[in-house]
């Protein structure tokens, strides 16, 4: 009963603080000509990557290693797959130029990065597979270098035309609304993912299953009740930039902080769930080529939730076999 109460009052609280962090970043970012998607690539993208940090670093101070691997790579392609795609069957989502050609092939480094750093087996020849302290240290370089090019990206402006859709707020007012956002995707997120886990566990699922399926949707809750608010308000900048910057943040900074605290070992059976990261990441790019150039329609969040659904079939699938 309690690991219910935890789930639904966790997910009260996510919707409810992503309205909030919206409203606060898309008025702080017009007052000082900061573009959206810079806005989302940083700010909402870190707040909405704050239950992976929490539940990554926890897990990995507590030895579940396993959980905090799946629940990173779970996330990443419950984001693009079900929150990009359930965002675009509300509001068609524009991709700007410069995420398709730099935030989203960044978004697959990152992933590419993960597989080269944690298979030592099939790289060196010698094992055993896992992404070491040193493997983070340098997630955590490549995630340096991303902040300047969301620093440089933050100073070339350019959202200084009035927005109809862009709710003028007061600077104290704004700033007070990312905060509580921030603080109540952190706390909904902790309640909704200690709630799932615990009905989880009571029926027999694996660590590694828990990670993928639970902890990943549980924590990519505030990207979905973001990037769906953002998306109903029309603001398909902060959506994507929001899933993209996420994406990023959680394998170079999340994964990194948390191989820096422990080492991460890799199962083999991950390599499938990197690689889906990897495809859903291309598919994301693909897009841009398809009938409405640089845009995800509806018919194409269709098709990313229905493979979401398939994911999900396959690992349940395995679980049982």
């Known amino acids: 009963m309690l690991d219910a109460l935890l789930l639904i009052g966790g997910l009260a609280i996510i919707i409810?603080?992503?309205n909030l962090l919206v409203e606060g970043a898309s008025s702080i970012a017009h007052k000082l000509r900061v573009s959206d998607l810079a806005i989302g690539l940083t700010i909402v993208a870190f707040g909405t990557s704050a239950p992976e940090l929490a539940v990554s670093v926890t897990a990995a101070a507590s030895g579940n290693t396993t959980l905090a691997l799946g629940g990173v790579i779970?996330?990443?392609?419950?984001?693009?797959?079900?929150?990009?795609?359930?965002?675009a069957i509300v509001y068609p989502l524009a991709i700007q130029e410069s995420t398709q050609w730099k935030e989203v092939p960044f978004s697959l480094m990152a992933v590419i990065a993960v597989a080269i750093c944690a298979n030592d087996l099939i790289i060196d020849g010698a094992g055993p597979n896992r992404i070491s302290r040193i493997d983070g240290l340098i997630l955590l370089l490549f995630f340096s270098i991303f902040l300047y090019y969301s620093y440089r990206l933050a100073k070339r402006g350019g959202a200084a035309e009035p927005d109809a859709h862009v709710r003028e707020l007061p600077?104290?007012?704004?700033?007070?609304?990312?905060?509580i956002g921030l603080g109540g995707l952190f706390l909904g997120g902790q309640?909704?993912?200690?709630?799932?886990?615990?009905?989880?566990?009571?029926?027999g699922m694996s660590e590694s299953m828990v990670g993928l399926t639970i902890v990943a949707v549980g924590t990519s809750l505030p990207e979905l009740a973001t990037s769906i608010v953002a998306a109903?308000?029309?603001?398909?900048?902060?959506?994507?930039?929001?899933?993209?910057?996420?994406?990023?943040f959680n394998i170079f900074f999340v994964l990194g902080a948390t191989a820096v605290i422990t080492p991460i070992p890799l199962a083999a059976?991950?390599?499938?769930?990197?690689?889906?990261?990897?495809?859903?990441t291309v598919l994301l790019f693909m897009t841009a080529f398809t009938f409405r150039e640089r845009t995800i329609?509806?018919?194409?969040?269709?098709?990313?939730?229905?493979?979401?659904?398939?994911?999900?079939?396959y690992l349940v699938v395995t679980q049982i076999n």
Do not use: H, Q
Not at 232 to 248: E, Q
């Open 16 to 18: 409810a603080a992503a």
């Open 171 to 179: 600077v104290w007012r704004s700033i007070a609304y990312i905060v």
């Open 74 to 87: 779970g996330s990443n392609i419950a984001n693009i797959l079900l929150i990009l795609g359930c965002s």
């Open 297 to 313: 329609d509806r018919t194409e969040g269709i098709v990313f939730v229905a493979l979401y659904i398939g994911y999900i079939v």
């Open 269 to 280: 059976a991950s390599n499938i769930d990197i690689m889906v990261a990897m495809t859903a």
């Open 232 to 248: 109903i308000k029309k603001k398909p900048d902060i959506a994507v930039g929001n899933v993209v910057g996420s994406n990023i």
């Open 191 to 203: 309640m909704l993912v200690k709630g799932a886990v615990g009905v989880a566990m009571r029926i």
